[in-house]
């Protein structure tokens, strides 16, 4: 898809969007903030970096991985 419409298309975006909550879901943390960063930097460049969307999911990126650093730390550093 990113070829036919472009990396930073809403549409383009909107499908990173359900593939890094179904990797959340699935408590594949590290694969899904990546998705969510590539996401920030689509709505930066299509969008701005001030856009709701892009500061919404900048802050999303922080919360996820303050969690995912918690749970490391609580389980030993275990990797689930």
């Known amino acids: ?3 036919a419409l472009g990396p ?3 549409h383009t975006l909107t499908s990173l969007s359900t593939l890094a ?3 959340d879901e699935q408590e594949e943390y590290e ?3 990546q998705l969510y ?3 920030v930097q689509g709505y930066e460049g299509s969008l701005g970096a001030d ?3 892009a500061m919404k999911l900048k802050s999303y990126c922080n919360k996820r ?3 995912r650093r918690a749970s490391l ?3 030993g550093g275990v990797n689930r």
Request: hydrophobic letters at 40%.
């Open 37 to 39: 960063q590539r996401m």
């Open 8 to 10: 930073d298309h809403p």
């Open 73 to 75: 730390v609580a389980f």
């Open 31 to 33: 694969e899904a903030v």
């Open 1 to 3: 898809m990113p070829q």
């Open 21 to 23: 909550r179904c990797l």
């Open 51 to 53: 856009s709701d969307e």
């Open 65 to 67: 991985k303050a969690n």
